[in-house]
């Protein structure tokens, strides 16, 4: 990547290669196609991620580059997504359900983020990047899809491979330009 700084995490003890490495890029490397054994791989990661009670309360919605499902999700983000987000090889919109025929899952929103953060691990592990979006419109989503009121589209995930930010606008490649950041664990620690 066409960056002059490191931006791996910067760690007070070494952490798993792969998540001091892990970065959300905006750059993706345009007509890359994921092979069926990579989605499958991403998929299988969030499956057999943990959920409270088991009760697995992800869906998905994937659309490849090239397709009208591609299009009809890139059409639901906001403008300043849309710009860089064409680029990737598939969107992957992680959709949260709220209630079963057991009542309301209370804990589908922090389970959905969970499967979707071994998702990924997963993808970095195949050698992609990810990143992933909450400006869009989520009745859209819901109304292009057809989803009942218990499915809710809550984040969309751009995935590809990792691209060079010299080929974005200025206005878009400004994350992938920039050192990154975190609270310390001293501020995160609330008994510290
Ligand atoms: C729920 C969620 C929503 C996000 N929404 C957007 C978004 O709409 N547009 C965007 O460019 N990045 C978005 N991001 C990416 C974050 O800005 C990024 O993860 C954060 O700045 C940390 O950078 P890093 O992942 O490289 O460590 C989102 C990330 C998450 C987890």
Redesign the pocket.
Known sequence: MNTSFD?H?QTAVPIHPLLAS?????AFEAGYDLSDDQVTALLEAARWSPSAGNSQPWRFILARRETGEFKRVLDS??P??RE??QHASALLVGVRVDSNEKGPLSHAAYDL?QA?AHLTFQAAAEGLTV??????DADAIAGEFELPEALRP???MAIGIAGDPGLLEES?AG?DRSP?G?LTIDELLLNG
Do not use: E
């Open positions: 931006r995490a892990r970065q959300s890029t905006r983000l906001k300043g997504n860089w987000a983020g979707m990143r992933q979006m909450g400006g869009f809550t984040t969309v878009v994350p990154r975190r």
